[in-house]
């Protein structure tokens, strides 16, 4: 069995633009943490390789400071590391994949062309390719691996959910046709979970640190187990912090809102609350001042609609005017104020369909 660990898109020295500096600040530290929780990962899996699928950096002009740090940490892990480029970390002249002094367990694929490494104590090779510049075109078309018993996998940077696209577009077909037991690729940043092509096993881990609301929910790296009998994969969260949208009705209430639907731990997340539905406006300022100390980073939009008269129509002699009259006689009759907002909500939700439109309340 071969234990692997597979990252990609760590995306370091990002600037975090869209929180203040000092959030920015602390978001940088954690990822250069980030790097300790990957070799602890590794270390713990008793993992024989580490596939980083480029991107590391965020610019191909990364800080001399986090060279360092992911070079110590890469110095860390008792697995052989193996890293593509990607098109943000291209190999440009100067690139710190290329000048720095990595240590002896890092390989870096340093041609467009797939290139491997050969590990007999485990039957194994490890192709790659990386980035030459910011673009590149198909790296995988027309390799295969060779049918010689030896286990296959390769590490890779590139983008299959665009075939024109100018960041290595990788076909499910190209993926088959690899003949490789499993391909490690970066790029896309949504963990994929296991996919198949053929014999062929392969996944992209996602971001391992989400930096936007383009970002959501958990994020992590794979562990990976390849067998006899296949290929098994595990996600780990490795990111102390998350972004989420939350979109919430706002209602006569917008704060009762919220907090009825909030998880219960939420300080150390990044949220965008969206307050929705029919409703009279609401005082965003005043809802930041309650909620922020709940978050991490917070904004609030506001894209609640006026309210609507709720009997508007009922006296029209159509469809919708004898359902909404039908309603309003039992709202006046209603024995309690339950009752009554059983049968507002019924207008409201019952004139809508009539009018072919959608409503949150």
């Known amino acids: 069995m071969i234990r692997f660990l597979h990252a990609a898109d760590l995306h370091l020295d990002s600037p975090f633009a869209s929180l203040t500096p000092a959030q920015a600040a602390i978001r940088r530290k954690e990822q250069l943490e980030l790097l300790q929780s990957l070799t602890d990962a590794a270390n713990a899996h008793e993992c024989d390789l580490v596939l980083l699928s480029g991107d590391l950096f965020d610019a191909d002009d990364a800080y001399p400071e986090t060279v360092q740090a992911l070079s110590r940490a890469l110095a860390g892990m008792r697995a052989e590391v193996f890293l593509a480029p990607g098109n943000h970390d291209y190999l440009a002249p100067g690139s710190a994949y290329l000048t720095h002094d990595w240590p002896e367990n890092v390989h870096i694929f340093t041609e467009q062309s797939a290139g491997y490494c050969e590990l007999p104590e485990i039957n194994c090779r490890v192709w790659g390719a ?76 996602g ?16 562990f990976g187990r390849l067998e006899e009998s296949g290929c098994r994969l595990d996600f780990l969260p490795l990111s102390k912090r998350r972004y989420e949208i939350l979109r919430v009705a706002a209602g006569d209430d917008a704060l009762a809102a919220v907090m009825a639907a909030l998880p219960e731990d939420t300080q150390n997340d990044i949220y965008r609350i969206i307050f929705t539905g029919e409703s009279e406006p609401v005082d965003v300022r005043a809802l930041y001042t309650s909620l922020r100390a709940r978050f991490f980073g917070l904004t609030l939009r506001d894209e609640t609609t006026p309210r609507r008269n709720l009997w508007a129509g009922c006296e029209d002699d159509t469809l919708q005017g004898l359902f909404l009259r039908a309603l309003k006689s039992r709202y006046d009759t209603a024995q309690s104020e339950e009752e009554r907002q059983t049968v507002a909500l019924a207008a409201r939700y019952g004139a809508a369909a009539l009018e072919e439109r959608t409503v949150e309340l």
């Open 207 to 222: 971001c391992a640190m989400g930096r936007g609301f383009d970002e959501l929910g958990e994020k992590g790296a794979y």
């Open 130 to 205: 990386g980035f030459t510049c910011a673009h590149s075109g198909p790296l995988l078309d027309g390799f295969s691996a060779p049918e010689d018993g030896v286990i296959d996998l390769m590490v890779l940077h590139g983008d299959a959910m665009n075939a024109e696209s100018t960041y290595n577009p990788i076909t499910k077909r190209q993926i088959e046709h690899s003949n490789l037991n499993y391909l490690a690729l970066g790029h896309i940043h949504q963990a994929s979970g296991l996919l198949r092509a053929g014999k062929t096993a392969y996944a992209w881990p």
